[in-house]
């Protein structure tokens, strides 16, 4: 082989050995393309999914409801009895119904006249709600709150204006339905002039 015989085959060699390099590195761009992972579903069940809520988690069971009118009894029974110038009774309140139910603090009292129940005189002062105690009245249960009545002769007559009191009107907290229990008594029919004291409802 002559010298130019042996330049041919060097540079057909170094060709040769380009080819072969160029055809690798395309095989490998060609492969990183087709490892690159597809994009997620749309379908695909996201994290999110996890907190929605929980169909079959029960509801919270709702308590007793509160006594009404129609669902309670009325008397007046004994109390802390007479002093000086008081008189102190409780107002039972008994569960009539045939379903559990709740009261929670001082019962609406006022002295009644007369066939038409015409008040006589202030209302009962009462307690507050926020500090008494929820008791609750299965069927044939009562509670009691304790009334104090302030005689009307601890007045003068002419600042009380005394009269003759049928009986007590009484609403259950948080009802506006009336009850009545006989309870004659002198009552001042003055304004300003409370004679009535209602304490919260005790089991």
Do not use: W
């Amino acid at each position: 082989m002559n010298s130019t015989q042996f330049v041919i085959a060097v540079r057909r060699a170094i060709l040769a050995v380009a080819a072969v390099g160029v055809a690798a590195t395309l095989g490998a761009c060609g492969d990183g393309q087709s490892a690159t992972a597809p994009p997620p579903s749309a379908s695909s069940p996201g994290s999110g999914d996890s907190a929605a809520p929980d169909a079959s988690t029960p509801g919270v069971a709702a308590g007793p409801k509160e006594c009404k009118a129609a669902d309670l009894a009325l008397a007046v029974v004994s109390g802390s009895g007479a002093g000086m110038s008081h008189l102190g009774v409780n107002l039972q309140f008994t569960n009539k119904s045939q379903q559990t139910c709740t009261l929670q603090g001082s019962p609406g009292v006022s002295f009644v006249s007369g066939d038409d129940g015409q008040q006589v005189g202030d209302p009962a002062s009462r307690q507050p709600k926020s500090g008494a105690q929820r008791v609750t009245l299965t069927p044939g249960r009562h509670v009691t709150s304790e009334l104090n009545i302030t005689n009307a002769a601890a007045y003068p007559p002419e600042e009380c204006k005394p009269v003759q009191a049928r009986g007590l009107r009484v609403y259950a907290p948080d009802d506006t339905a009336a009850m009545y229990v006989e309870f004659p008594e002198q009552a001042c029919s003055a304004p300003g002039k409370s004679m009535l004291s209602a304490a919260a409802i005790q089991g």
